[in-house]
């Protein structure tokens, strides 16, 4: 089964958000994009299980990054500076079921 999510996120300044949590089970696949139109400085796109980065991306100011990961519980979006952050994140997740 799959089904994709997508969500507006703005972070000022430094900080971090998380925009993606996995309630289903640990086994699951994402695949998708995070835009960053709003910003200075180069964020970066944390894939966690509990507190424990599995894989990270960075994309610049006014582009996007893809992703395929695995196995994953989170997604956090961290930036840096003190200017306003704003994008998009979307994530089509595929998991098994019985």
């Not at 972070?11 to 910003?39: H, L, M, P, R």
């Not at 980065?53 to 989170?74: L, M």
Request: one cysteine or more; charged letters at 10%; glycine letters at 10%.
């Amino acid at each position: 089964m799959q089904d994709q999510v997508c969500t507006d996120w703005s972070i000022t300044g430094a900080g971090t958000q998380i925009v993606y949590t996995n309630n289903i089970t640990q086994e699951v696949y994402g695949s998708g994009y995070v835009k960053y139109d709003v910003g200075a400085n180069p964020i970066t796109v944390d894939f966690l299980v509990g507190a424990t980065v599995v894989d990270t991306i960075t994309v610049q100011p006014q582009s996007s990054g893809t992703f395929t990961v695995r196995y994953f519980t989170t997604v956090r979006i961290t930036t840096t500076g003190t200017t306003v952050n704003q994008g998009e994140f979307c994530i089509t997740v595929r998991y098994p079921i019985s």
